[in-house]
């Protein structure tokens, strides 16, 4: 069965770095387009990006443009989302996305 399990969340300062990845198992990751999302208290769960199969062709929400990037590791079955300059408004669960399916969850928090 499919299995997407995030890590990386953490607390972090405004301004700072982290990087969330996700662990896929139970189909072929490689064949599979891949997205990671937030949800916030009180927010309907939004989509932060989108990566394709060869991890060429990526798709950003304009609230993270430019500061985040994702990206993917075939052999290891893995992506990845780096978070540079975080800004308050950036505290969520993060979720990984894939083949109709969803990962736990990992909380990023952001406090100075």
């Known amino acids: 069965q499919v299995q997407l399990v995030e890590s990386g969340g953490g607390l972090v300062q405004p301004g700072g770095s982290l990087r969330l990845s996700c662990a896929a198992s139970?189909?072929?990751?490689?064949?599979?387009?891949m997205s990671w999302y937030r949800q916030s208290p009180g927010n309907e769960r939004e989509l932060v990006a989108v990566?394709?199969?060869?991890?060429?062709?990526?798709y950003y929400a304009d609230s993270v443009k430019g500061r985040f990037t994702i990206s993917r590791d075939n052999a290891k079955n893995t992506m990845y989302l780096q978070m540079n300059s975080v800004k308050p408004e950036d505290p969520a669960v993060y979720y990984c996305?894939?083949?109709?399916?969803w990962g736990q969850g990992t909380q990023v928090t952001v406090s100075s």
């Open positions: 139970g189909f072929v990751f490689r064949d599979s387009g």
């Open positions: 996305s894939g083949k109709d399916d």
């Open positions: 990566i394709n199969t060869f991890g060429i062709g990526t």
